[in-house]
């Protein structure tokens, strides 16, 4: 789709939460049709983890942003999905790779939400494509379950923090979950929290430089569990280390389920984002040290 002035981020090129938000719908429709391929019970592709997504190069307002999306592996339960995102300047013609991403969705019974169906397999080139697909598998696998281990800690406000340190520019932001924000089954869409995620990032590393930011990448986003309609979520952000030329944010997602009075609140989403500082002239400035 070409891209609008309402997807601009305060630098004037596209915001890297509308491009995670497209790459989730485009991983969840290829997802969705494959898992339905087969005789069975009717499903609907879940967002389970995002891994490593780089921003190669800015996407401008006036562009046509194309979304592809190729099944690569799948298991008995879970399916991976490469994506690859394309710029084209539709006045010169001249075309780039802007974001590459891999992303994981399991189906879940449109009868049951809890239930998890079997995903048809798929037809491999040569029996290495498998194999380096369950090897990965495996390793998304260990890292979702240690992920999930270390997710208890919380962001507490702090009075008059001094410049420069984790508490001036740590920052949340509080969401009700409406029926657009959600799928066929009443559940949050993942490119709509990755959306978020990426908003309240982009706030922390601006508050620390100060500066136009723009992200770089994005470290595996693990969604942990399913976030119901009605609930409230709050997307917490902090800074956990620079460099000269980048800043590493944490970004979690607690959901307040209230329309379910017997729930607690609970960690949903966990990820880093990576950003750059930028001059006005779209230059990469020096990151002030964090304190």
Same mark, same amino acid.
């Given at each position: 789709?070409?891209? /609008?002035?309402?997807?601009?981020?305060?630098? &004037?090129? $596209?915001?890297?939460?509308? !491009?995670?938000?497209?790459?989730?719908?485009? +991983?969840?429709?290829?997802?969705?049709?494959?898992?339905?391929?087969?005789?069975?019970?009717?499903?609907?592709?879940?967002?389970?983890?995002?891994?490593?997504?780089?921003?190669?190069?800015?996407?401008?307002?006036?562009?046509?942003?194309?979304?592809?999306?190729?099944?690569?592996?799948?298991?008995?339960?879970?399916?991976?999905?490469?994506?690859?995102?394309?710029?084209?300047?539709?006045?010169?013609?001249?075309?780039?790779?802007?974001?590459?991403?891999?992303?994981?969705?399991?189906?879940?019974?449109?009868?049951?939400?809890?239930?998890?169906?079997?995903?048809?397999?798929?037809?491999?080139?040569?029996?290495?494509?498998?194999?380096?697909?369950?090897?990965?598998?495996?390793?998304?696998?260990?890292? /979702?379950?240690?992920?999930?281990?270390?997710? &208890?800690? $919380?962001?507490?406000?702090? !009075?008059?923090?001094?410049?420069?340190?984790? +508490?001036?520019?740590?920052?949340?932001?509080?969401?009700?979950?409406?029926?657009?924000?959600?799928?066929?089954?009443?559940?949050?869409?993942?490119?709509?929290?990755?959306?978020?995620?990426?908003?309240?990032?982009?706030?922390?590393?601006?508050?620390?430089?100060?500066?136009?930011?723009?992200?770089?990448?994005?470290?595996?986003?693990?969604?942990?569990?399913?976030?119901?309609?009605?609930?409230?979520?709050?997307?917490?952000?902090?800074?956990?280390?620079?460099?000269?030329?980048?800043?590493?944010?944490?970004?979690?997602?607690?959901?307040?389920?209230?329309?379910?009075?017997?729930?607690?609140?609970?960690?949903?989403?966990?990820?880093?984002?990576?950003?750059?500082?930028?001059?006005?002239?779209?230059?990469?400035?020096?990151?002030?040290?964090?304190?």
């Amino acid at each position: 789709r070409i891209m /609008r002035p309402d997807d601009a981020n305060v630098a &004037g090129n $596209v915001h890297g939460g509308t !491009i995670l938000k497209m790459i989730e719908e485009a +991983g969840a429709i290829i997802s969705t049709r494959h898992c339905n391929s087969q005789a069975g019970e009717a499903c609907v592709a879940a967002l389970a983890r995002v891994e490593r997504t780089d921003f190669l190069s800015p996407v401008c307002i006036g562009e046509v942003a194309n979304v592809s999306a190729e099944i690569t592996y799948t298991s008995r339960h879970s399916v991976e999905v490469q994506v690859n995102v394309m710029s084209e300047n539709i006045l010169t013609g001249a075309k780039k790779v802007t974001n590459k991403a891999t992303l994981w969705y399991v189906p879940l019974s449109l009868k049951n939400v809890n239930k998890v169906l079997e995903v048809p397999p798929i037809q491999y080139a040569r029996k290495e494509q498998e194999d380096e697909g369950k090897k990965r598998y495996e390793e998304q696998k260990l890292d /979702r379950l240690e992920t999930k281990q270390r997710n &208890g800690d $919380v962001i507490f406000p702090i !009075i008059n923090p001094e410049p420069h340190t984790v +508490g001036y520019s740590q920052s949340s932001l509080i969401h009700l979950v409406g029926p657009s924000d959600c799928t066929l089954l009443g559940f949050v869409h993942g490119g709509v929290t990755m959306k978020l995620m990426d908003e309240v990032a982009g706030i922390v590393a601006a508050r620390h430089c100060k500066t136009n930011i723009v992200t770089a990448s994005v470290d595996a986003i693990n969604f942990h569990e399913k976030i119901k309609k009605g609930s409230v979520i709050t997307i917490s952000g902090r800074m956990t280390f620079t460099s000269n030329k980048s800043m590493e944010i944490e970004v979690f997602v607690d959901a307040d389920p209230f329309v379910d009075e017997s729930r607690e609140r609970y960690r949903a989403v966990s990820a880093f984002f990576t950003y750059v500082s930028l001059s006005k002239e779209g230059k990469p400035l020096p990151v002030p040290q964090l304190l």
